[in-house]
């Protein structure tokens, strides 16, 4: 996987503070999808970095939770895989829930194409105000089943 950060100090500096991979032509990357009440909680290991985020189903739409934001996705179908398209994203702090506007809203965007043994994701994460402060691209292939908590 080919790990990319920002450009500019800022989107460096909030990339480090939030403990993403550090850039890096590639990067050696394990994703475990594991059953969970009411969803899938996605564990990725890229390199030496653990990224988790919990996924669940809402409205027709695709809840992603990592840390205490959520994003909802529409997926769209595409001739080439699967693009998430981000609708909205969701500040949460226990249990009070506060709607981002689109101008303080973090935005993702993703695409995974599926491959003849595998598929090939791309996703890439910006800040408002701030721009890009993540992308990682690449091939992902199956090395085994699990799904324990």
């Known amino acids: ?58 409205n027709g739409l695709l809840l992603e939770t990592f840390g205490v934001i959520v994003c909802a996705f529409r997926l769209l179908p595409e001739s080439a895989g699967l693009r998430y398209l981000q609708q909205y994203a969701v500040l949460r702090l226990g249990s009070l829930q506060l709607r981002l506007p689109a101008w303080a809203s973090p935005r993702v965007a993703a ?15 910006a800040a408002p105000l701030i721009g890009r402060v993540l992308r990682y691209e690449g091939t992902m292939e199956p090395i085994a089943s699990v799904d324990r908590p």
Do not use: K
């Open 1 to 58: 996987m080919q790990v990319s950060w920002g450009d500019g100090m800022l989107a460096r500096s909030l990339a480090w503070a939030l403990g993403f991979p550090r850039p890096a032509a590639s990067v050696s990357v394990v994703l475990r999808i594991l059953t969970v009440a009411g969803g899938l909680r996605w564990v990725r290991q890229m390199g030496s970095v653990l990224l988790t985020s919990t996924q669940a189903a809402s």
């Open 111 to 125: 695409l995974v194409v599926p491959t003849a043994g595998g598929a090939r994701t791309e996703v890439e994460i």
